[in-house]
């Protein structure tokens, strides 16, 4: 046999492409790749709707292309909102675990002194409130959480919202709703979720302020912070019929 027929038997090893591999990749290289595994796009349809091939058709754009088009915005489209619902579902299931523990430790307490640790601890750190305050009529209770009203609840008519309601609100409107001054001092705009809570105590209302605009805008969820102000409500029944 002679050496050319030899070197025309011989075949070529194939390049593997592989994350091991130290082989630059240039288009001659994933060109020839394309070409000797031909059933590659059967295998990895979905590679097909974020490829662009256009068609020659002049100025105008053929069917084909803008069929293609419109497939790979949907695709996108598609995988934006499986990427909300996805962080959708794993907020509702930190806020869910949240509020379960909070309500546990809300039907643990037996004054309000502990109903005001629960504020500072369960409630403050575990849904990252920056500014929490309950306002309760008809007593003079005072602590870092908890301000006793003798006559009028504060914020005026917010005060008988029937719904947890969220609201954005300037600095001196936040002011008056919480307990420390120096807390809301260099706020400008922020906002806050007022919940309504009925017990023995009569009328009360548990503010919840952040410094963001953005954090308890008119647009906000409040189905979790319904269950919050049932659970305070029956809390502070507890309290009341003890205190007796």
């Not at 869910?96 to 004054?111: I, P, R």
């Not at 003079?140 to 005026?156: E, K």
């Amino acid at each position: 046999m002679s050496s050319a027929s030899f070197k025309k038997s011989k075949k070529q090893a194939k390049p593997e492409l592989d994350s091991s591999s130290s082989l630059l990749l240039d288009d001659q290289v994933i060109g020839n790749y394309l070409r000797d595994n031909p059933d590659f796009f059967l295998r990895f349809p979905h590679l097909l709707l974020e490829l662009s091939l256009p068609h020659e058709s002049g100025n105008a754009v053929s069917l084909v292309e803008r069929q293609v088009a419109i497939l790979r915005e949907r695709n996108i489209h598609m995988r934006k909102q499986l990427a909300d619902l996805l962080a959708n579902a794993t907020d509702n299931d930190r806020l869910f675990e949240a509020t379960k523990n909070l309500t546990l430790s809300l039907w643990s307490v037996d004054t309000l002194e502990d109903l005001n640790q629960v504020f500072a601890d369960d409630l403050s750190k575990a849904f990252d409130a920056e500014l929490v305050c309950c306002h309760l009529a008809g007593t003079d209770t005072q602590f870092a959480h908890i301000t006793g009203h003798a006559t009028d609840l504060p914020a005026g008519h917010l005060s008988e919202v029937e719904d947890p309601t969220c609201l954005v609100l300037r600095g001196p409107e936040l002011q008056a709703l919480f307990a420390d001054p120096a807390d809301t001092a260099d706020i400008e705009t922020g906002s806050a979720v007022f919940i309504p809570t009925i017990s023995q105590y009569g009328k009360s209302i548990l503010v919840i302020g952040s410094r963001d605009p953005k954090r308890f805008s008119s647009d906000a969820g409040t189905l979790f912070v319904s269950f919050i102000g049932q659970a305070l409500g029956h809390a502070l029944d507890h309290i009341y019929l003890l205190d007796d």
